[in-house]
């Protein structure tokens, strides 16, 4: 029989890319390598819906157990690879078993950036969240009144607080740049969400840095602040951005660039070796860019699957993330790397506003708060490669709908 494709990574991007060899027609065998014990999972409800108890284990899988039967995808779980040979083309289990693969895609994410031990990073009771086992471990502390300690104020950190204030605990945020959302938005975000956060009893701190975690045999017991603030913690939760998981490619000698290095056809440094979601860097735009949103897993790694068969043309996404945080809905449409202007717009709705970013005159993103519409609109202006004029969008009795058929 032939070698099977195999992915390594069961999680967002793996599993559709399985998918969508399958959709394909590809009829070979086909592998799924995960190191984490369950089967590919969506994340973001870990720190939204599951960390609140909304939802159950079951409601994350991306797909039931039985469609990889029915589908002939064979997966291998708690099964972490330990190398590459792309010479031999063969992939090492952390167990010592080698497979040899026809084609291989890497698929292997992201993993959180952590805080040094010399400032506590090691103490019981702190945490990032990525996966299911950290959501599983803070759960049980994640109680009325206890005081929680997120260390920045980016989604993660900021959808953290959201859930764990409404849960009832007692949440200070610091965020060590001038304001949270720094890096990825304009400040009218960042300040609609100070807001937000403040009205649910959460206490923002910006500008302040962490001196280091304080702990007392051991456990967590508080923080202390670069400007001399102590503050008191039973829990912390680190928020403090990604690295891509390129070891393994950089290991077997693949290119790597702030992440796996792909062409337009997610195709890396070897020509049988691909790579999607958030391990995999790739030029946006005329600029190397590596995304994490769902939104690129999915789609980045259908291009990859369709590439493998053959299929030509480059990866050109209208990147679309989204976040929530209490009662309100995040969705953001494009990259605002680079502007140079911005534009508020009030929405219909009481807490509806979207943020409208420009480069010059050329519209680049549209951050919506509660603002479907404004979304909507903006994503469809940006994927016609359209602009709408910033006074248009700037004056809320214009409607911008007629900005979508104008010529
Ligand atoms: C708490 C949280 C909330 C989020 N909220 C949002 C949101 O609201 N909107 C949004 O668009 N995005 C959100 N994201 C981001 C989104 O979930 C990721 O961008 C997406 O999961 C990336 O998919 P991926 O397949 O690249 O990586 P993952 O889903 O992380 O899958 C990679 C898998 O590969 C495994 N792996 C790594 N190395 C190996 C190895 N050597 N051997 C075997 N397996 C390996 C990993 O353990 C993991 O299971 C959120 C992420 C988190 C953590």
Redesign the pocket.
């Known amino acids: 029989m032939a070698d099977p494709i195999i992915v390594?990574?069961?999680?967002?991007?793996?599993a559709s890319l399985v998918a969508k060899l399958r959709a394909l027609g590809y009829g070979g065998s086909l592998l799924l390598?995960?190191?984490?014990p369950v089967l590919?999972y969506?994340?973001?409800p870990?720190?939204?819906k599951y960390m609140s108890g909304e939802f159950t284990v079951d409601r994350l899988l991306i797909r039931a157990p039985s469609w990889y039967e029915e589908q002939k995808v064979e997966t291998r779980l708690s099964?972490?690879?330990?190398a590459i040979l792309p010479r031999d083309r063969l992939v090492a289990l952390s167990d010592g078993s080698m497979l040899r693969y026809s084609k291989l895609a890497l698929?292997?994410?992201?993993r959180p950036r952590t805080l040094p031990d010399a400032v506590g990073g090691n103490l019981a009771g702190v945490f990032t969240?990525?996966?299911l086992a950290d959501a599983d471990s803070i759960m049980p502390i994640f109680l009325p009144g206890r005081k929680l300690l997120v260390i920045g104020g980016g989604?993660?950190g900021l959808?953290a607080a959201a859930v764990a204030s409404t849960k009832g605990l007692d949440v200070t945020l610091i965020e060590m740049a001038d304001r949270i959302l720094q890096r990825v938005a304009a400040p009218m975000t960042s300040d609609y969400f100070r807001a937000l956060h403040t009205r649910h009893g959460v206490t923002i701190r910006e500008a302040t840095g962490l001196d280091a975690l304080v702990g007392k045999e051991g456990r967590l017991v508080g923080a202390r602040l670069k400007d001399g603030t102590r503050l008191d913690a039973d829990l912390a939760i680190v928020g403090i951005g990604i690295h891509p998981?390129d070891g393994?490619a950089a290991d077997a000698g693949l290119i790597v660039e702030n992440g796996i290095h792909v062409d337009g056809q997610c195709r890396t440094s070897d020509p049988d070796i691909f790579a999607?979601?958030?391990?995999a860097s790739f030029s946006w735009r005329g600029v190397r860019t590596r995304l994490?949103?769902?939104?690129?897993?999915v789609e980045q790694?259908e291009h990859a699957a369709a590439a493998m068969l053959g299929a030509a043309g480059d990866y050109d996404p209208v990147p679309w993330?989204?976040?929530?945080q209490y009662d309100v809905k995040l969705q953001i449409a494009g990259l605002n790397r680079g502007y140079t202007d911005t534009v508020l717009r009030p929405g219909k709705r009481e807490l509806s506003q979207s943020v409208w970013y420009y480069r010059g005159e050329e519209l680049i993103a549209v951050d919506a708060m509660n603002d479907a519409l404004a979304y909507g609109i903006g994503k469809k202006v940006l994927e016609a490669r359209r602009s709408i004029p910033k006074a248009a969008v700037g004056d809320p009795s214009v409607e911008l709908k007629t900005w979508l058929t104008a010529s």
């Open positions: 390594i990574g069961a999680g967002q991007a793996g390598l995960g190191d984490e590919p969506q994340r973001p870990l720190s939204k099964a972490p690879v330990s698929t292997t994410g992201s969240v990525r996966g989604y993660i959808e998981n393994l999607a979601g958030d391990c994490e949103s769902v939104q690129n897993a790694a993330f989204w976040s929530d």
